[in-house]
């Protein structure tokens, strides 16, 4: 009898695998292992037992498997059914959900060995120079990867010597899997069994002759007396302050042994102290509405204004969930945000919380990934970004989806390109769990779900300590810069104003949603802007390494001394990023410690720690930044809150434009007076007289809400219509052209709905790729899988279109 199971390949696949098992292991396999299977001519991957069966495959012949990883599932059945769920619904393969939801290290790749063939006679006088190369290195060592092969002949190209090699049977190759996550171990030491008689010890003291050696026996003593736990090595030596030398000459002379100690990475035992939760009037009236809404509702939106104190909120929810032997998910948008919020929850939960986000590295995300596997109490509360929703949950009792109007809660790439607060949802739908968003901006699409009774709806008015809201203050660029009232990017009024924060010992934080010095430089002689070869953007200046970059391809020349076209020297920057508004900050107020939080200051793991530590113990006195400042950071001292340029989000050809305008706006002048006095706001715009901008002002979410709305009635955008984006790539203009106007009026004669394009985008080429959009644009009536199924199909056969095939298509289901 035959016996099968079904797997998933992490690869870009539609299908899943038949693969071929013997009764023993068939016995053996649970649905969520992972298995090593031979794939394609000779690799091995690690794909996912999802099904095991004995209908054997019509189509072609089950190989069998290579090997089998796991003792114990790693992946459960909720996680398998939403994976299948994200995949159909965000119209990509079910291959992209698995290799994007489990971390890297435990996707082992096979690594191609090369070995010396030892039976083969070797004639080395017939060798070339890199073959010859080659065959040495294996005189000094057994095997060789790839990648050592490329070191070794300084080319990229080796796989035709490789093959030389292989034809003349000198080497062969073989694949072999590496298990890439490696516990950590701690090593601790004990006495040895023979002190542990009294008599022998005292012995032991009055033979010691070295005084080093004897202080460490007793201080090995003090420390167990009072730890009342197992010593490390590291311990010790820290508290004798001796080398670790001499502990191991008394585990060599057999007074000490050694033993190890397996440890989480992440501990955060030490943060917890112990305190009561106690919430405001207004917060508790908050905490028993949601409590009431969950009763009826499976979601509800909370929606509080900026400092309205949410999180304390949260806290209390949580631990009512944990009390019960919940999980608990808490989602953020921005992993800089995580920082704050560890801080807080683990301040109150100590060890109970866990962190899984990209900037933790592959070890420690597979330890979250297994504890909360385990389902054990060290990962009871997990904080992540959007990843942290592939977690494999089997008793989630909550998600908290906190800012979730943020967009970077929606993936862009690579698939699955799913949007977290959503898929949340569905996730806590499988669990019977309950769903908690919160934001002072909520997102159109979920303020309406909330107020058509879809959803709960919780209001927060004030902000915690009844402090007041920031007063905020328009200053009008057009009329400044007439007035000769301006210095560089800054208005004497937001001059005036930082001098005060100054004068009062308070801090301040400028908002400029560009990064750089400055996006254009210009040769005021011909006009030439220097643009980037692969993509239709002008470079972008930043003085600190004086280099112009791209900011869509990383594509990076020197700053030109004089223009490419005319030799002209007369050149001149337009525009401004955060980086001039830092250079500038530092001529006016020079004794005053400035520091940047934007991506080229960030890319560090720590980096987000460091500035915002800085920053709340008052090293620091003024933050520039990009929208990272905008989420829901705390900083007490904060009274000024500058935005440099209000306008340059208004104008972006986006239908959301205005809704993140306001969003943005509203979260960077929440950051401003958080504790007792009152703050402020300076917006600098050009148009103050702007809707979006006055509503800002007036802190009227629902005005901006219902005007939004109107539009998106009128025009089929959500929450009315879904929108589906297809998105064509290709590096030959004409050919794209053809090809998007094909699939156009194929999807246009096969559907009922708007079909709209083929566009060009804003930005028609990255990466030397032209790009156009079709936009299909569904009624939220409509079948929404009907429609799906029909454009797959066009799809499919648009790929069987023999000279459209190398077009690539993505695409974006409810994009944002």
Same mark, same amino acid.
């Given at each position: 009898?035959n016996?099968?199971?079904?797997?998933?390949?992490?690869?870009?696949?539609?299908?899943?695998?038949?693969?071929?098992?013997?009764?023993?292991?068939?016995?053996?396999?649970?649905?969520?292992?992972?298995?090593?299977?031979?794939f394609?001519?000779?690799?091995?991957?690690?794909?996912?037992?999802?099904?095991?069966h004995?209908?054997?495959?019509?189509?072609?012949?089950?190989?069998?498997?290579?090997?089998?990883?796991?003792?114990?599932?790693?992946?459960?059945?909720?996680?398998?059914?939403?994976?299948?769920?994200?995949?159909?619904?965000?119209?990509?393969?079910?291959?992209?959900?698995?290799?994007?939801?489990?971390?890297?290290?435990?996707?082992?790749?096979?690594?191609?060995?090369?070995?010396?063939?030892?039976?083969?006679? /070797?004639?080395?006088?017939?060798?070339?120079?890199?073959?010859?190369?080659?065959?040495?290195?294996?005189?000094?060592?057994?095997?060789?990867?790839?990648?050592n092969?490329?070191?070794?002949?300084?080319?990229?190209?080796?796989?035709?010597?490789?093959?030389?090699?292989?034809?003349?049977?000198?080497?062969?190759?073989?694949?072999?899997?590496?298990?890439?996550y490696?516990?950590?171990?701690?090593?601790?030491?004990?006495? &040895?069994?023979?002190?542990?008689?009294?008599?022998?010890?005292?012995?032991?003291?009055?033979?010691?002759?070295?005084?080093?050696?004897?202080?460490?026996?007793? @201080?090995?003593?003090?420390?167990?007396?009072?730890?009342?736990?197992?010593?490390?090595?590291?311990?010790?030596?820290?508290?004798?302050?001796?080398?670790?030398? !001499?502990?191991?000459?008394?585990?060599?002379?057999?007074?000490?042994?050694?033993?190890?100690?397996q440890?989480?990475?992440?501990?955060?035992d030490?943060?917890?102290?112990?305190?009561?939760?106690?919430?405001?009037?207004?917060?508790?009236?908050?905490?028993?509405?949601?409590?009431?809404?969950?009763?009826?509702?499976?979601?509800?939106?909370?929606?509080?204004?900026?400092?309205?104190?949410?999180?304390?909120?949260?806290?209390?929810l949580?631990?009512?969930?944990?009390?019960?032997?919940?999980?608990?998910?808490?989602?953020?948008?921005?992993?800089?945000?995580?920082? @704050?919020?560890?801080?807080?929850?683990? @301040?109150?939960?100590?060890?109970?919380?866990?962190?899984?986000?990209?900037?933790?590295?592959?070890?420690?995300?597979?330890?979250?990934?297994?504890?909360?596997? @385990?389902?054990?109490?060290?990962a009871?509360?997990?904080?992540?970004?959007?990843?942290?929703?592939?977690?494999?949950?089997?008793?989630?009792?909550?998600?908290?989806?906190d800012?979730?109007?943020?967009?970077?809660?929606?993936?862009?790439?690579?698939?699955?390109?799913? &949007?977290?607060?959503?898929?949340?949802?569905?996730?806590?739908?499988?669990?019977?769990?309950?769903?908690?968003?919160?934001?002072a901006?909520?997102?159109?699409?979920?303020?309406?779900?909330?107020t058509?009774?879809?959803?709960?709806?919780i209001?927060?008015?004030?902000?915690?300590?009844?402090?007041?809201?920031?007063?905020?203050?328009?200053?009008?660029?057009?009329?400044?810069?007439?007035?000769?009232?301006?210095?560089?990017?800054?208005?004497?009024t937001?001059?005036?104003?930082?001098?005060?924060?100054?004068?009062?010992?308070?801090?301040? !934080?400028?908002?400029?949603?560009?990064?750089?010095?400055?996006?254009?430089?210009?040769?005021?002689?011909?006009? &030439?802007?220097?643009?980037?070869p692969?993509?239709?953007?002008?470079?972008?200046?930043?003085?600190?390494?004086?280099?112009?970059?791209?900011?869509?391809?990383?594509?990076?020349?020197?700053?030109?001394?004089?223009?490419?076209?005319?030799?002209?020297?007369?050149?001149?920057?337009?525009?401004?990023?955060?980086?001039?508004?830092?250079?500038?900050?530092?001529?006016l107020?020079?004794?005053?410690?400035?520091?940047?939080?934007?991506?080229?200051?960030?890319?560090?793991?720590?980096?987000?720690e460091?500035?915002?530590?800085?920053?709340?113990?008052?090293?620091i006195?003024?933050?520039?930044?990009?929208?990272?400042?905008?989420?829901?950071?705390d900083?007490?001292?904060?009274?000024?809150?500058?935005?440099?340029?209000?306008?340059?989000?208004?104008?972006?050809?986006?239908?959301?434009?205005?809704?993140?305008?306001?969003?943005?706006?509203?979260?960077?002048?929440?950051?401003?007076?958080?504790?007792?006095?009152?703050?402020?706001?300076?917006?600098?715009?050009?148009?103050?007289? &702007?809707?979006?901008?006055?509503?800002?002002t007036?802190?009227?979410?629902?005005?901006?809400?219902?005007?939004?709305?109107?539009?998106?009635?009128?025009?089929?955008?959500?929450?009315?219509?879904?929108?589906?984006?297809?998105?064509?790539?290709?590096r030959?203009?004409?050919?794209?052209?053809?090809?998007?106007?094909?699939?156009?009026?194929?999807?246009?004669?096969?559907?009922?709905?708007?079909?709209?394009?083929?566009?060009?985008?804003?930005?028609?080429?990255?990466?030397?790729?032209?790009?156009?959009?079709?936009m299909?644009?569904?009624?939220?009536?409509?079948? !929404?899988?009907?429609?799906?199924?029909?454009?797959?199909?066009?799809?499919?056969?648009?790929?069987?279109?023999?000279?459209?095939?190398?077009?690539?298509?993505?695409?974006? /289901?409810?994009?944002?």
């Amino acid at each position: 009898m035959n016996y099968f199971i079904e797997v998933i390949v992490p690869l870009s696949l539609p299908k899943t695998f038949t693969y071929k098992v013997s009764e023993n292991e068939f016995a053996f396999i649970k649905k969520g292992m992972r298995i090593a299977v031979p794939f394609g001519k000779n690799k091995i991957y690690t794909a996912l037992a999802i099904d095991l069966h004995q209908n054997e495959p019509t189509l072609y012949e089950a190989k069998e498997i290579h090997q089998i990883l796991d003792e114990k599932p790693i992946v459960n059945e909720f996680q398998i059914n939403h994976w299948f769920w994200i995949a159909s619904y965000y119209m990509c393969n079910i291959g992209d959900v698995y290799r994007g939801a489990l971390p890297s290290a435990l996707l082992l790749e096979s690594e191609t060995i090369i070995s010396q063939n030892k039976e083969t006679f /070797v004639d080395e006088t017939s060798f070339t120079d890199d073959e010859f190369l080659i065959y040495e290195a294996l005189q000094h060592q057994s095997s060789l990867k790839v990648e050592n092969i490329i070191d070794i002949l300084n080319k990229k190209t080796v796989l035709p010597v490789i093959q030389k090699l292989i034809n003349k049977k000198i080497i062969s190759l073989q694949e072999e899997i590496q298990e890439e996550y490696k516990p950590k171990l701690v090593k601790y030491i004990r006495l &040895h069994e023979q002190y542990q008689k009294e008599e022998n010890l005292i012995a032991l003291l009055d033979g010691l002759k070295s005084e080093k050696r004897k202080n460490l026996v007793l @201080q090995y003593f003090q420390l167990q007396a009072q730890e009342r736990q197992p010593v490390s090595v590291k311990q010790l030596t820290e508290t004798t302050q001796t080398s670790a030398a !001499i502990v191991k000459g008394l585990v060599d002379k057999e007074i000490f042994e050694e033993y190890f100690i397996q440890e989480d990475r992440v501990n955060f035992d030490k943060n917890k102290v112990e305190n009561e939760l106690t919430l405001s009037q207004t917060q508790q009236q908050a905490f028993d509405e949601i409590v009431n809404s969950f009763e009826e509702k499976e979601v509800s939106l909370l929606h509080g204004v900026t400092s309205s104190g949410k999180t304390e909120i949260y806290t209390k929810l949580i631990e009512n969930y944990i009390a019960e032997g919940k999980q608990v998910l808490y989602l953020l948008s921005e992993i800089a945000l995580t920082t @704050q919020l560890v801080a807080r929850l683990t @301040q109150h939960f100590g060890n109970k919380v866990a962190v899984f986000h990209s900037k933790y590295s592959n070890n420690e995300r597979v330890e979250v990934w297994n504890n909360v596997n @385990q389902n054990a109490a060290s990962a009871q509360i997990i904080i992540g970004a959007r990843s942290a929703l592939f977690l494999p949950f089997s008793n989630l009792g909550l998600i908290i989806v906190d800012e979730e109007h943020e967009q970077t809660f929606k993936q862009q790439d690579p698939a699955p390109r799913y &949007h977290a607060r959503d898929a949340a949802i569905v996730l806590a739908n499988a669990h019977l769990a309950k769903v908690l968003l919160g934001s002072a901006t909520p997102s159109i699409e979920t303020y309406y779900n909330a107020t058509s009774g879809k959803f709960g709806l919780i209001t927060l008015t004030e902000r915690f300590g009844k402090v007041q809201m920031p007063e905020i203050e328009l200053v009008d660029l057009k009329d400044s810069y007439f007035r000769k009232k301006m210095k560089g990017h800054f208005s004497l009024t937001l001059i005036e104003e930082i001098t005060e924060a100054f004068a009062n010992n308070e801090q301040v !934080i400028l908002f400029q949603n560009r990064r750089g010095f400055s996006p254009v430089l210009e040769c005021m002689t011909c006009g &030439h802007v220097p643009q980037c070869p692969q993509c239709d953007v002008s470079l972008t200046y930043h003085k600190y390494k004086n280099q112009l970059r791209c900011h869509y391809c990383g594509y990076s020349m020197a700053k030109p001394t004089n223009c490419h076209v005319c030799s002209s020297v007369d050149l001149e920057t337009k525009g401004f990023g955060t980086e001039q508004i830092e250079l500038e900050l530092a001529e006016l107020f020079p004794q005053k410690n400035i520091k940047r939080m934007d991506q080229d200051t960030t890319r560090g793991k720590y980096s987000f720690e460091k500035i915002i530590d800085s920053f709340k113990n008052r090293e620091i006195d003024v933050l520039v930044g990009t929208q990272m400042l905008a989420k829901g950071l705390d900083f007490d001292n904060v009274s000024l809150v500058g935005i440099m340029n209000a306008d340059n989000m208004l104008y972006h050809p986006d239908f959301r434009a205005f809704e993140r305008s306001f969003q943005m706006m509203t979260q960077v002048a929440g950051r401003s007076g958080r504790a007792e006095k009152r703050g402020k706001v300076i917006i600098q715009t050009y148009n103050p007289l &702007h809707n979006i901008i006055q509503q800002v002002t007036n802190n009227d979410y629902e005005g901006m809400y219902k005007e939004q709305l109107y539009e998106r009635k009128i025009y089929y955008y959500p929450p009315f219509y879904r929108l589906i984006k297809l998105t064509l790539k290709h590096r030959d203009f004409e050919k794209l052209k053809e090809g998007s106007m094909w699939l156009y009026q194929v999807l246009q004669q096969n559907l009922t709905i708007p079909v709209l394009g083929p566009e060009e985008p804003a930005i028609g080429r990255i990466r030397n790729e032209y790009i156009r959009t079709i936009m299909i644009k569904m009624p939220g009536d409509a079948s !929404i899988q009907g429609t799906k199924k029909t454009i797959q199909k066009i799809l499919n056969s648009f790929d069987l279109v023999s000279q459209y095939r190398t077009i690539k298509v993505t695409v974006n /289901v409810d994009f944002y």
